[in-house]
């Protein structure tokens, strides 16, 4: 039995319970298995792409002609910066493709003519081979919020917006949009979507996927594989990739890369219920993730994915049907037990047909060559990969079709769909308290604007937009996109808005009303992580918003804090300064989306929200997982929740406090990083004098003797370059004291990253203090940095032990780390932690040297 896609989205879209509509689409369910039953077996899934003797016919047709050397190429992916066309020619390469912040020429603003010049250069070398039938490269990118690394693309809200709209077919023409986009530059080939069911909102992925609810990502998939690849027939279509498989959203603590501990049954009826909507809609490939999976009920570790054959092969192309090609993730063959970037029979032998090994695909191919010819991996499994990927490209048309012949190729045109995008802003906005006056406000109305992120691009955009990690961009990297300030100056009158970045020396009762733009700065996988050393707590990593809410609340005017954030976060300090309080996920490009909201014209229609929550909103900062379903299930904001203008919510003043250091028994407490910037805010010391370092990464601060600056020593913006010219002192001091677990304190060791530019000409101390009277002395630490100069990056593990043999009373320290230096001396600090166990670690300092 299959129920039709229409049924599905009308489901979706009017919010009704998704069991009976969705959990069968597009897959054919074990038998007898009633519709919304939990499955117990792996269902087989009928593609919307049936299989075609005549096609079947000229792959092997093609396959038997091709040399070992030309197959194994055909299983190679480059990255455009590691490789030219000519590469393409000599290796028969099969694939290549441009990483996040990649463009050709290494270009940002690179036009749509230079993409395409680009695309058929590597297209005219693959059919310059002397292949007996010339293959044609096949070029893939990220797409993944419309063509996420072109200048001058319109971006669509990131997934987690799309699935506050509740509108799967809404869904499927951004992803028709996206699709043209992607076309206008040469490429017939999207890795999107991410159909990942996040369990755990630190993982720093978790705005690419849909929702919490697997249904609700299963109906998405379909639509969204619809509407951009189609049936491969249309000029405007692009090969999908549903990624990634399987259970990336579900590992333990949000970890990305981490592992999944999940029972076979959680992965078919959660983690896999994408792959249900999106095969079926024919998804042609599918991208393997980088998580392991340990089915602790059956007791049973499968690794990695990218090394289990049961996952790949076994459930995905056996159990599930897919015929199609399984890709690789960026180099994630390498994090196979026993195995390299550059070479993993295991991953090959686990059913990855199409190797993603951007830099080393050169080795890549000689050390599979020699695995082949070792027996090490068979030939029968090298082609079944090839005929894979043969059968994709002749289903995708690629054959005989230069890039350049398409008709959206180069079309600028092709990149704008800025309606569409504000269509879908206004319709994810999710309205979470309404305190205030009646949204939207009238034109006419003298509205102060404050927080940074109104007039930032990057905060609406988020990661994966021109870079991998969202970051590096200026408004000036979007020439057409419209910050939430423009739209709000363009709706209201210029002459009415006033702004202020940071509500500093501005009087909030001249003005009518308040808009506050706050949320997080844009982040991807790894570098978005939380981790379990932190919270959900977002003025713990952007005080500063916190510090605006607080300059502006209780003037007498109302405030309306849109809040942009790629994940819930708990933000009951927040609510309790706004009087109505607006999630708006990360928009993208179009904030006349969130302007259409917030202000109207005189006598024109009033837009209503619409958006309800697909994620749960957590009530305290450690509530995480937090899932529909879950036991004890409490949130603030419940999955489906979600106001509209007239409603009223009645929040009162929520509960603001929260406990000192991580989640749990943690054996890691921050104490300042990324994680936590504002327990123990940094600052500078000379003599008398005090000055905190503020929450503006562009800025120098400088005392007599001092001064420090924005540095990276692991992550980009991530440390505090400090360079003292006399007696001064760095320190991060909080408002109250350590509040260190056991497994914090046991072997602990204060722990912290460092890159020591110039050695100290005096003596330097490092010390764990008391502000308000001596609680022990300060170790010298002299030799210590002395010996790390020129060294690069370095990890410095010192043992709370050598503290407290100074007399250091850890519970009353309220200023855990501070760097003392007499003289000149430069070095930057980034993710200063105590964290339980390092003391232990070989390469701890020891106490002796720090006298």
């Not at 570098?527 to 932190?534: K, N, P, R």
């Not at 203090?769 to 002299?782: F, H, N, V």
Request: aromatic share 8%; glycine share 10%.
């Amino acid at each position: 039995m299959t129920i039709p896609f229409h049924r599905t989205a009308i489901a979706l879209a009017l919010g009704l319970p998704l069991g009976l509509a969705a959990a069968t689409a597009w897959a054919e369910p074990q038998a007898d298995a009633p519709a919304g039953a939990a499955l117990t077996e792996w269902p087989r899934i009928k593609s919307a792409i049936r299989t075609d003797a005549a096609l079947e016919a000229r792959v092997a047709e093609i396959l038997k002609q091709m040399t070992l050397a030309q197959k194994l190429g055909q299983m190679t992916q480059a990255e455009i910066k590691s490789v030219t066309p000519d590469d393409v020619r000599k290796y028969y390469l099969g694939s290549i493709q441009n990483g996040g912040g990649s463009w050709p020429g290494n270009d940002k603003h690179a036009s749509t003519a230079e993409w395409v010049k680009l695309a058929d250069a590597f297209y005219d070398a693959s059919m310059a081979t002397d292949m007996a039938i010339k293959v044609p490269v096949i070029w893939g990118t990220d797409a993944v919020h419309g063509h996420n690394n072109v200048y001058g693309a319109t971006l669509f809200p990131h997934n987690i917006g799309l699935g506050a709209m509740r509108d799967p077919a809404l869904v499927h023409d951004i992803a028709a949009a996206t699709a043209r986009q992607v076309r206008a530059t040469g490429i017939p080939w999207a890795y999107a979507p991410t159909i990942a069911v996040v369990r755990d909102d630190r993982w720093g992925r978790t705005y690419e996927s849909f929702s919490e609810d697997p249904l609700l990502v299963k109906g998405y998939a379909a639509a969204y594989v619809d509407g951009m690849q189609g049936s491969l027939k249309g000029d405007g279509n692009v090969l999908v990739t549903a990624k990634h498989f399987m259970g990336d959203g579900g590992t333990e603590n949000g970890k990305n890369t981490g592992v999944t501990k999940a029972s076979e049954r959680d992965m078919m009826n959660i983690h896999a219920q994408g792959y249900y909507g999106a095969l079926g809609a024919g998804a042609q490939v599918v991208m393997a993730s980088f998580n392991s999976w340990n089915d602790t009920t059956a007791g049973q570790d499968h690794g990695k994915v990218h090394g289990s054959r049961y996952m790949l092969t076994t459930i995905l192309k056996e159990k599930m049907g897919f015929d199609g090609f399984v890709v690789s993730d960026w180099n994630g063959q390498g994090e196979v037990p026993g195995c390299r970037v550059d070479s993993c029979a295991q991953a090959i032998n686990a059913g990855i047909d199409l190797m993603m090994a951007p830099e080393q695909w050169k080795a890549f191919i000689a050390n599979t060559t020699a695995d082949v010819e070792a027996g090490r991996i068979p030939m029968s499994r090298i082609d079944d990969a090839v005929t894979r990927i043969l059968r994709v490209k002749l289903r995708a048309g690629l054959f005989g079709k230069r890039p350049s012949s398409n008709p959206y190729a180069g079309k600028d045109k092709a990149l704008d769909a800025r309606d569409l995008a504000r269509r879908a802003v206004r319709e994810s906005l999710v309205l979470l308290k309404n305190e205030g006056p009646a949204l939207p406000l009238r034109s006419g109305k003298r509205i102060l604007v404050v927080g940074k992120a109104a007039d930032s691009m990057s905060s609406q955009t988020g990661g994966w937009t021109l870079t991998w990690q969202g970051t590096g961009n200026t408004n000036a990297d979007f020439p057409n996109g419209v910050t939430i300030l423009a739209a709000l100056r363009a709706a209201a009158g210029s002459a009415n808005v006033t702004y202020s970045a940071d509500a500093k020396d501005v009087d909030p009762s001249a003005f009518d009303a308040v808009v506050a733009v706050v949320g997080e700065a844009p982040y991807a996988e790894g570098d978005g992580d939380i981790g379990l050393s932190s919270t959900l707590r977002h003025s713990a990593r952007y005080p500063d918003d916190l510090a605006v809410l607080q300059a502006v609340h209780g003037k007498g005017k109302p405030v309306v804090t849109v809040f942009l954030s790629g994940r819930p976060l708990w933000v009951n300090d927040l609510l309790n300064l706004s009087d109505t309080f607006i999630a708006a996920w990360l928009p993208g490009t179009e904030g006349r989306g969130v302007a259409d909201m917030l202000v109207s014209a005189k006598g024109a229609p009033s837009p209503d929200f619409r958006g309800t929550l697909s994620f749960s909103w957590p009530k305290s900062v450690c509530q995480t997982p937090l899932n529909v379903g879950d036991a004890g299930y409490a949130p603030l904001f419940a999955y489906g929740y979600g106001l509209r203008k007239g409603s009223r919510s009645h929040l009162g003043m929520l509960d603001a406090t929260y406990p000192a250091g991580g989640c749990g028994n943690s054996t890691t407490y921050p104490v300042f990083g990324q994680a936590d910037r504002a327990s123990f805010p940094l600052r500078l010391r000379a003599g008398s004098a005090v000055l905190p370092l503020g929450a503006d990464l562009n800025a120098t601060f400088a005392l007599p003797g001092v001064k420090a600056s924005t540095a990276q020593v692991t992550q980009q913006q991530d440390a505090k370059l400090v360079i003292w010219t006399g007696p001064a002192v760095f320190e991060a001091h909080g408002e109250r004291p350590l509040a260190l677990s056991q497994a914090a304190l046991k072997d602990g060791a204060l722990q912290f990253e460092t890159r020591v530019e110039t050695a100290p000409s005096g003596r330097v101390l490092l010390g764990m203090t008391c502000a308000a009277q001596a609680c022990g002395s300060p170790l010298d630490a002299t030799r210590l940095f002395t010996g790390l100069v020129g060294k690069g990056r370095q990890v410095v593990k010192v043992p709370l032990a050598c503290f407290t043999g100074r007399g250091v009373d850890l519970a009353r320290v309220d200023t855990p780390f501070a760097v003392e230096s007499t003289g000149t001396f430069s070095a930057a600090f980034a993710a200063v932690d105590v964290v339980g166990g390092a003391a232990r670690d070989g390469d701890a300092v020891r106490c002796e040297d720090l006298r």
